[in-house]
């Protein structure tokens, strides 16, 4: 079942939205639960708390909501982030945490307007660019991130070593 677009908009979530969200995130969780088992088991708890409700009261940081006919279709985690290190360029960039669209809502242009919104913020804190993390077997949202202008910087790369059979251990070093 699709949503016929009727009501739609993107305001900053609300405490009382938190519920709403972990149901949003509950279903991507699954995604990577079963695409990404040697990293993610499932679990109740998503979020800490102090991790979700630092959302709702700084203004360095902030949940999005996106809403189809009154209900929660998605929302976004964003946080400003500047960089003042020796070694690095002075800057400030915008992190999306964390952005999910449920999965009845999707293909309807909710996670684009949802970058639009967060590159609005962006631009009002004056940050020099949008950055995120996003598993290379996630064929959909690196296929948006691409089309949204998004390009790679940085790729991290595992070696699982639970993998490897006893031969190809590596020797100790530590007596």
């Not at 519920?19 to 995604?31: D, G, P, T, V, W």
């Not at 996003?134 to 790729?155: C, D, E, K, M, P």
């Amino acid at each position: 079942n699709r949503f016929i677009m009727q009501e739609y908009k993107i305001t900053k979530a609300l405490p009382e939205d938190k519920e709403s969200i972990l149901l949003i995130k509950r279903q991507a969780h699954e995604y990577f639960v079963q695409n990404l088992p040697h990293l993610y088991q499932l679990s109740d708890t998503l979020f800490t708390e102090d991790f979700i409700n630092c959302y709702f009261n700084s203004d360095k940081h902030i949940a999005l909501l996106a809403k189809v006919n009154n209900k929660t279709a998605g929302y976004a985690l964003i946080d400003q982030v500047a960089v003042d290190l020796p070694m690095m360029k002075n800057r400030i960039y915008v992190y999306i945490q964390d952005i999910a669209v449920r999965e009845d809502c999707r293909n309807l242009g909710i996670a684009t307007d949802l970058l639009h919104v967060i590159e609005a913020i962006a631009k009002e804190w004056n940050a020099d660019s949008l950055e995120l993390a996003v598993h290379a077997n996630n064929q959909s949202a690196v296929h948006l991130y691409h089309r949204y202008g998004f390009t790679i910087r940085t790729y991290r790369m595992e070696k699982n070593l639970s993998l490897l059979e006893n031969s190809d251990q590596p020797h100790s070093i530590i007596p």
